[in-house]
């Protein structure tokens, strides 16, 4: 049987017979696959994407401009002078140069009067001082200034007019010791107590020549000041009667060499004599009588 199955086979598969399977067999053949759309060339899609955001749709509450810069900027209000009109962007400009030219000024005045002698303040001394003077003065000077070695006091006298008409000539008044008394143990002393005084004669002084003759213009306001500063510390002292003529004189004494120096020091008191100055009402500050009555005044 097997030999005639064996011819069986071989005969059909020379007629081309094939004898269905018992079970149907699946085929492991792949499929074809549907063809897949090609890319997009790159080029043309970021073409694309320019063209979309170049032209965004009109209304569009999120499309910006952006060299506009951040929402709300041109509605937000300018500080300073550029947030001026026109016209006083000028005038506030024209200000700030007036006060800028001024400041500089001044500087350069108060440097000229506290700076050494030298070429400017030779050529232009007066208008220097002229702008100083006196409502800027400087008590100091550039570069290592020398220190005050001498103590200078201001001594006063008047001649009295008593009641019974008799005259007589008061001693000499100590007015810097008045000051130092007031300012000795006072933790908060006044600057009148300080400096009027002290001031004023340095104001004399340098405006007056060694004969006591004004230089200047400045040299008869000084004799005025130091006329009323003497009849207002007067007032402060009982000298029996009217004060009709005063006058004033400094002490100058240098200080003494420190024990552990071996320099010498001169410490005499050497003293300036101003000429005797008769009262009038001009030399009278407020709050000094001088022994006149109501009418007088």
Not at 44 to 70: E, K, L, V
Not at 187 to 207: C, K
Request: net charge negative; with cysteine.
């Amino acid at each position: 049987m097997d030999a005639d199955r064996g011819g069986m086979d071989s005969y059909d598969k020379e007629r081309g017979h094939v004898e269905p399977a018992a079970h149907p067999v699946t085929s492991t053949a792949a499929a074809p696959r549907p063809t897949e759309p090609a890319p997009a060339e790159p080029a043309t899609a970021a073409a694309g994407a320019t063209t979309a955001d170049a032209a965004p749709a009109a209304g569009d509450p999120d499309a910006t401009d952006p060299d506009a810069g951040a929402p709300g900027d041109a509605n937000r209000p300018r500080a300073g002078i550029a947030g001026l009109s026109l016209p006083y962007q000028v005038v506030a400009s024209v200000a700030v140069a007036v006060v800028a030219v001024f400041a500089c000024y001044h500087v350069a005045m108060v440097f000229l009067h506290v700076a050494p002698s030298n070429t400017l303040t030779k050529q232009h001394g007066e208008a220097v001082d002229e702008w100083v003077f006196p409502e800027f003065e400087q008590n100091w000077k550039l570069f290592a200034p020398n220190p005050l070695q001498q103590n200078i006091a201001v001594h006063a006298r008047a001649e009295v007019i008593r009641a019974d008409g008799s005259r007589r000539t008061t001693d000499w008044i100590d007015l810097s010791a008045d000051d130092g008394e007031a300012i000795r143990g006072n933790l908060a002393p006044s600057h009148v107590d300080q400096n009027q005084l002290r001031r004023g004669w340095d104001f004399y002084a340098n405006s007056h020549t060694a004969d006591n003759r004004a230089n200047g213009m400045r040299g008869r306001l000084s004799e005025r000041y130091i006329r009323r500063i003497t009849m207002l510390r007067l007032e402060a002292h009982d000298l029996g009667g009217r004060v009709d003529r005063i006058q004033v004189r400094s002490s100058t004494r240098a200080v003494g060499a420190p024990p552990w120096s071996e320099e010498k020091t001169d410490t005499r008191a050497y003293y300036r004599t101003l000429p005797w100055w008769t009262v009038t009402a001009a030399d009278l500050p407020a709050g000094v009588d001088n022994g006149r009555t109501e009418a007088q005044r």
